[in-house]
T-cell receptor, first 117, second 115 residues
Framework: AQKITQTQPGMFVQEKEAVTLDCTYD???????LFWYKQPSSGEMIFLIY??????QNATEGRYSLNFQKARKSANLVISASQLGDSAMYFCAMREGSRGSARQLTFGSGTQLTVLP | DGGITQSPKYLFRKEGQNVTLSCEQN?????MYWYRQDPGQGLRLIYY???????QKGDIAEGYSVSREKKESFPLTVTSAQKNPTAFYLC??????????????FGQGTRLTVV
């Protein structure tokens, strides 16, 4: 079963508008963390935002915010005031942390965001 | 400037050859990771290392080998046993186990093509 699901292979948004990228996750752990990364065409992965499972407030970092709905197991990324430079692939990732020695990030399949001028 | 350096950026390999991808970090990070990315897909973990001289297999370790003789370096060897090695390879590091780190730093990747 997929641990991280991103159902939008591609999204388009008009410059200066807001866009929401969907992410749902599956875990039985009580302690976990959710991450969003941006991957431009150059290939590097750029960390955007983090939400811990026990954080009561939604995480925000500048124009990025994470809409965390724990009961629905969703962690959608909201980008406000889109810019042309936001065009990239976006990955949702999760680390589970309550057992075992494995400490890794599990990634979704990504959403290709294109910002239109 | 601190960061992670992967080299080379592009690599071509003939079938049946082993090839080694370099990953060096000067962030004083304990943990290092190798991921593979195929077109249109997310990252899958190959190997990871929490401390020097210790490493564990990830989800897709078959056909790969690693070493961690120095804290700064975590080279990945793609062996001839890896049946489909053409992919984009990313190295990452974090200050501790990712469990306790709010971000992992990534290199710029190596694109390996088998010819």
């Amino acid at each position: 079963a997929q641990k991280i699901t991103q159902t939008q292979p591609g999204m388009f948004v008009q410059e200066k508008e807001a866009v929401t990228l969907d992410c749902t996750y599956d875990t039985s752990d009580q302690s976990y963390g959710l991450f969003w990364y941006k991957q431009p065409s150059s290939g590097e992965m750029i960390f955007l935002i983090y939400q811990g499972s026990y954080d009561e407030q939604n995480a925000t970092e500048g124009r990025y915010s994470l809409n965390f709905q724990k009961a629905r197991k969703s962690a959608n990324l909201v980008i406000s005031a889109s810019q042309l430079g936001d065009s990239a692939m976006y990955f949702c990732a999760m680390r589970e942390g309550s057992r075992g020695s494995a400490r890794q990030l599990t990634f979704g399949s990504g959403t290709q965001l294109t910002v239109l001028p | 400037d601190g960061g992670i350096t992967q080299s080379p950026k592009y690599l071509f390999r003939k079938e049946g050859q082993n090839v080694t991808l370099s990953c060096e970090q000067n962030l004083n990070h304990d943990a290092m990771y190798w991921y593979r990315q195929d077109p249109g897909q997310g990252l899958r973990l190959i190997y990871y290392s929490q401390i020097v001289n210790d490493f564990q297999k990830g989800d897709i370790a078959e056909g790969y080998s690693v070493s961690r003789e120095k804290k700064e370096s975590f080279p990945l060897t793609v062996t001839s046993a890896q049946k489909n090695p053409t992919a984009f390879y990313l190295c990452a590091s974090s200050s501790g186990p990712i469990l306790f780190a709010t971000e992992a730093f990534f290199g710029q990747g190596t694109r390996l093509t088998v010819v």
